[in-house]
């Protein structure tokens, strides 16, 4: 008897595991082709002066494209300042991460939408990003832009908002952002309001704690696994934007849109410079998956510890 519930056990693991490996085998290969492989054969280019992919006249320049990154004037005074846009918005958009994502998730939480609810605020990832930039342009048009015209009736603004200019990007991109994603933050920040015990909010409830003080004392302490995951997502998302950048003109002489990920793509792909265009993603890259680890780190030990 013992005999045949060991089977039985081994064979509903064998088949747990199986069913696991199948829905899990499909997004494996296609991150292994088109990521990890990609990255192994595109890494020698980085040190050699290769100017596109057929080009066949290749010599290995050591690590001398690492050096022009920074020194050579051209490159240089594009790559800094590009760098400095995508800093910028990296820090707002993470403001709005929280501002929606979190924003929405206790809302969920508390008054307890569901349904169309849900999947109106999931609408916006649908679309394109090329898509939203060319809706932002047009809402934002210096003559016709139907917001322009509402917020100078209205009498909230005093002139046009110009969405190609730097203020008018350092306000409107981060807040489409953060309409765009915000249904997927909500979505991180509502699993960990609800992996948090019933019975602690109850009793602080019970202990007369305001609501302000629930937040800061119970539901922060129990999210910081949640926070660090928007967190990850946020900066690979922020450095990674391009679509609406390019819908903002930044492939057509827009310069206040000219971020990192533009950047590479013209030296890669436009200027002839691929091996220049391959070392700014791989100085950028690793710096990032460096900070991802240690945040992945630190959610598990914070997961650990709580």
């Known amino acids: 008897m013992e005999n045949l519930v060991k089977r039985l056990g081994g064979r509903r693991t064998a088949r747990r595991i199986l069913i696991d490996w199948a829905f899990i085998l499909p997004q494996l290969i296609l991150f292994f082709s088109l990521t990890i492989l990609p990255f192994f054969?595109?890494?020698?280019?980085?040190?050699?002066?290769r100017l596109s992919f057929v080009d066949t006249d290749v010599e290995y320049v050591g690590t001398e494209n690492f050096t022009k990154i920074l020194t050579e004037p051209g490159i240089k005074d594009e790559f800094l300042p590009a760098l400095g846009r995508s800093v910028r918005f990296t820090l707002l958009n993470y403001v709005m991460v929280f501002a929606f994502g979190l924003s929405l998730a206790l809302l969920m939480y508390e008054v307890g939408f569901r349904g169309g609810f849900f999947t109106v605020i999931y609408l916006p990832m649908m679309l394109s990003g090329l898509a939203i930039g060319f809706i932002a342009t047009m809402l934002f048009s210096r003559s016709t832009g139907t917001l322009n015209l509402l917020l100078l009736d209205l009498g909230l603004i005093d002139k046009a908002i110009d969405i190609k200019s730097a203020s008018g990007l350092s306000i409107i991109l981060p807040l489409l952002a953060g309409w765009r994603y915000a249904g997927f933050n909500m979505a991180i920040f509502l699993a960990g309001l609800l992996s948090i015990p019933?019975?602690?909010?109850?009793?602080?409830?019970?202990?007369?704690?305001?609501?302000?003080?629930?937040?800061?004392?119970?539901y922060f302490p129990q999210m910081i696994g949640s926070f660090i995951i928007a967190t990850i997502f946020c900066l690979i998302g922020s450095f990674n934007i391009f679509d609406e950048l390019v819908a903002l003109g930044a492939l057509y002489g827009n310069q206040e849109a000219s971020f990192l990920s533009i950047v590479f793509f013209t030296y890669g792909f436009q200027r002839g410079r691929l091996a220049v265009g391959l070392t700014m993603a791989l100085e950028l890259g690793?710096?990032?998956?460096?900070?991802?680890?240690?945040?992945?780190?630190?959610?598990?030990?914070?997961?650990?510890?709580t």
């Open 41 to 49: 054969i595109g890494l020698p280019t980085v040190f050699t002066d």
């Open 198 to 218: 019933t019975e602690t909010i109850e009793s602080s409830i019970v202990d007369g704690a305001s609501y302000l003080q629930r937040l800061v004392r119970i």
């Open 286 to 305: 690793i710096p990032l998956l460096v900070v991802g680890v240690l945040l992945q780190r630190i959610q598990r030990r914070f997961q650990y510890d």
